[in-house]
């Protein structure tokens, strides 16, 4: 990974910021880094396969926004019982 670049940008010639945690392909859990990285060399040699990973991307990051929209929306449940 170029520092603070997103390879599969720079893979299909563009030159924008790593996502970091917003991006669905981002490990929290494994050290906070990109899944991706251990394939740098790969996706900058494929771009087919890192715009394939793009519009994935843009669809996961799609799918959650819109999951994260309906949770807002929907009325905080009642509660079964009155509380005392």
Same mark, same amino acid.
Not at 57 to 81: K, M, N, Q
């Given at each position: 990974?170029?520092? #603070?670049?997103?390879?599969?940008?720079?893979? !299909?010639? =563009?030159?924008e910021?790593?996502? #970091? +945690? =917003?991006?669905?392909?981002?490990?929290? %859990?494994? #050290?906070? %880094?990109? !899944? &991706? #990285?251990?394939? /740098? /060399?790969? &996706?900058?040699?494929?771009?087919?396969?890192?715009?394939?990973? &793009?519009?994935? =991307? @843009?669809a996961? !990051?799609?799918v =959650? *926004?819109? +999951? $994260? $929209?309906?949770? %807002? *929306? *929907?009325?905080l449940?009642?509660? @079964?019982e009155p509380c005392?």
């Amino acid at each position: 990974m170029t520092a #603070g670049l997103c390879t599969l940008e720079l893979a !299909v010639g =563009r030159e924008e910021g790593c996502p #970091g +945690y =917003r991006c669905p392909f981002w490990d929290s %859990a494994d #050290g906070a %880094a990109c !899944v &991706l #990285g251990r394939i /740098d /060399d790969t &996706l900058l040699a494929a771009p087919a396969l890192a715009r394939h990973l &793009l519009e994935l =991307r @843009t669809a996961l !990051v799609g799918v =959650r *926004r819109a +999951y $994260e $929209e309906d949770a %807002a *929306r *929907r009325p905080l449940s009642a509660p @079964t019982e009155p509380c005392p």
